[in-house]
């Protein structure tokens, strides 16, 4: 998918190997990280939960975090996906999207990790999912806009995000703005139709 210009053109899969098209996620600013089960960096799923409650709390509507487990480091999350989603949700509280198992790295990495090492590569312009828990951050119109290697707490996130999400909210892009301009449009219409005589009165 190397004609990919987005964040939104991709449809990686859930916990169920159904689809999960990336498009439903527009104008929310996304913090995207690769997880594991069984590393030294699996306590992260806690500060992610914090950061996730915490900002969720702030903007409902225009954040949101999905985790993609990944097996390539260590083999440090060999189970299935119901086995993975347990684990997350029994250990860690976790209530954000953990999709279906996947590739960051090779031949078979999704897509949509390639398009995001191409877009924002690491230290010394090296693309390479280094570890487990890398992060990056998508802006309210699907670009790139930040990556942060595993040993990045993640509640250390928290002011370049809300900085992401308030310079969305100044250009008008998330979500809670273009629902509310959608309904705004709507309204008009429906207005009209309530003023509008019936064939009695009329």
């Not at 995001?116 to 590569?121: A, F, G, R, S």
């Not at 996130?157 to 709507?186: F, M, N, W, Y």
Request: net charge neutral.
């Amino acid at each position: 998918m190397s004609s990919a210009t987005t964040f939104y053109d991709f449809e990686p899969v859930d916990k169920k190997g159904k689809p999960f098209p990336l498009t439903d996620l527009k104008g929310k600013v996304v913090l995207v990280v690769n997880t594991a089960s069984k590393c030294g960096f699996t306590p992260q799923f806690k500060g992610l939960e914090t950061l996730y409650q915490e900002l969720k709390a702030q903007y409902p509507e225009d954040f949101t975090i999905l985790g993609f487990p990944c097996n390539q480091f260590g083999s440090q999350d060999p189970g299935s996906n119901d086995e993975i989603q347990s684990f997350c949700q029994l250990n860690y509280g976790v209530t954000f999207p953990v999709l279906g198992k996947l590739d960051v790295n090779g031949d078979k990495a999704h897509p949509v990790w390639t398009w995001m090492k191409q877009e924002q590569p690491g230290l010394l312009g090296l693309k390479r999912i280094k570890w487990n828990f890398e992060k990056f951050l998508i802006s309210a119109d699907g670009k790139v806009v930040g990556r942060w290697a595993s040993l990045t707490k993640p509640e250390s996130l928290k002011e370049p995000i809300v900085q992401e999400i308030e310079k969305a909210r100044k250009d008008g892009k998330l979500a809670s703005q273009t629902k509310g301009a959608a309904a705004t449009e709507e309204a008009p219409t429906a207005t009209a139709a309530a003023a509008a005589p019936t064939p009695a009165e009329a």
